[in-house]
């Protein structure tokens, strides 16, 4: 943790509780601690909001031939007119290795070659937003949190659980619900410390043991074998530090929120309104800096009134599959913007906005029907340095995952490459 990130209250949590000073009356103290609170700098954060089965291009591409910050907003984004000087819509981006029409999200944050691995039919990488949590989030009770939709595969997602994968190319399971997603937030564990304690270092025997039985094999292993078994030992490491993290915050009580407990079973367009909700909640209580949410479509459609299969959709032409895309893509741009409204209106102690510090992408590894070239993306927020109110259109095929590593170092992450990344691009640069 770097300086200006250690502050007074990581350093009482990092002690494995908090200690605070009493709520004094007198206006003078609450005058000194509001200004020492202001006077701190403020977190960055970062969010990723990835969907399936692509836009209707037609109607939410802004002209390629009109850049700068005059470019008209096309339809599929009018919705977001009042937040125009606060997101860049960027063309021209791809993931060269990407060669699956129905994969929306799969290497959307990876930028990675599926063959990469000898003899496998399948790899995948670290995501971005996992760099970014091994940095901002040591300070907060989750490193990251994602949000994801019961059902990737129906949402034009493929492979994962998430929009996340770990630095080993595995998958991060993901909270698919609303009210799942607030439990785990704010919802403190009604076992008692005693016994939460107790089963940590259960945990730990187990995992102890586990490791002495896989030491003693280690010897007689082949070369295949072995690596097999390094792999095993990366997995357990990750094991061991989210128990370390866990035993850090555990007589730490989470953070309240004015948010009501969801409704079960809630879907389509209320369920994504909620999880934005939740995504506010969490980065103003600084419950977590870094958030996916791999989003729900065929859901969405349904709670619009459209029966068409979101499959179905995307093959348009004219008639009802396109009104239904494009109904799909303003009702998506209208939850956008009410999510960037809630994130303009918190204000953060020095007087600045939640979204100052924030910095929001949006988009799918799809363009449209089974193109994966021209992936749309929105970047908001203040967050990572990067330049707003503009419609950029870079070179054909320009690397998406150098978008990604230019974010990374706009947030203060150092990194040489992100998946097929070919260095900074200083036209996203503010």
Known sequence: M?????????LLR???TIVALPAFESAGFRRFASAAEARSPRPKRAVFLGFGWGVTEETWLPDANVTGADYVLPSGLAPLARHQADFSIVQGLANKFANEAHWGSTFWLTGANRYAEPGQSFHNSISVDQVVAEQ??????FPSIQLSCPDGVANGHGPGLSLAWDERGKPLAGLDSPLRAYHRLFSDDSMPLARRQALLAE?????????ADARRVQRVLNRTDSAKLDEYFDGVRDIETRLSKDEQWMTVPKAKTSLAEPPSGVAGRDEIALMYDLIVAALQTDTTRVITYRQPVTSLLSSLGIKLAAHDMT???????????QRRDVAQSELLAGLLDRLKATQEPDGS???????????SNIRTVHYLDNCP??????GAGLKCGQHLVLPKDTPLASVWL???HGLGVEADRHGDSTGIMKELQA
């Open 14 to 16: 990092a002690a494995g």
């Open 353 to 363: 906005s939640l979204l100052d510090h924030t910095v929001l992408a949006y988009g």
């Open 2 to 10: 770097n300086n200006a990130s250690f502050n007074r209250r990581q």
């Open 406 to 408: 230019t974010l990374l």
């Open 136 to 141: 901002l989030g040591q300070g907060t009770r």
């Open 377 to 382: 993306l929105l970047l908001a927020g203040g």
């Open 315 to 325: 093959h348009y032409t004219t008639g009802e599959r396109l009104e239904a895309s």
């Open 203 to 211: 945990k730990r025997s187990v995992l102890d043991a586990v490791l």
